[in-house]
């Protein structure tokens, strides 16, 4: 059974920095690609970055280049978010997702909250 475990969320001022992490378990981590998602209060879901198994592609929407950074541990099956330059914009639950793309049946964990503010 799949399972991702996110953590490291919080509350951040702005220009702060965050590191989120996700713990996967359930399948083969090394050979799959991860992501990362977002969900603001009332806004959809979408897409922050994704990096593949073996971390040599690192694609990121367009707001999160410069400030964010995609890492993973295929020793200890745990994929990274680091966030720098945090915005008030940047407040919502953050997801880990299995897999590069982003869709109705993508697999994800329960997500943790972060707040940006002053």
């Known amino acids: 059974q799949v399972q991702l475990v996110e953590s490291g969320g919080g509350l951040a001022q702005p220009g702060g920095s965050l590191r989120l992490s996700c713990a996967a378990s359930?399948?083969?981590?090394?050979?799959?690609?991860m992501s990362w998602a977002r969900q603001a209060p009332g806004k959809e879901l979408e897409w922050v970055a994704g990096?593949?198994?073996?971390?040599?592609?690192?694609p990121y929407r367009n707001f999160a280049k410069g400030r964010f950074t995609i890492s993973r541990d295929n020793a200890k099956n745990m994929v990274f978010l680091q966030m720098n330059s945090l915005k008030p914009e940047d407040t919502a639950v953050y997801y880990c997702?299995?897999?590069?793309?982003?869709?109705?049946?993508?697999?994800r964990g329960q997500g943790t909250q972060v707040t940006v503010s002053s």
């Open positions: 990096i593949d198994s073996q971390g040599s592609y690192t």
């Open positions: 359930g399948f083969t981590f090394s050979t799959f690609s």
């Open positions: 997702v299995k897999g590069l793309l982003l869709g109705p049946g993508s697999v």
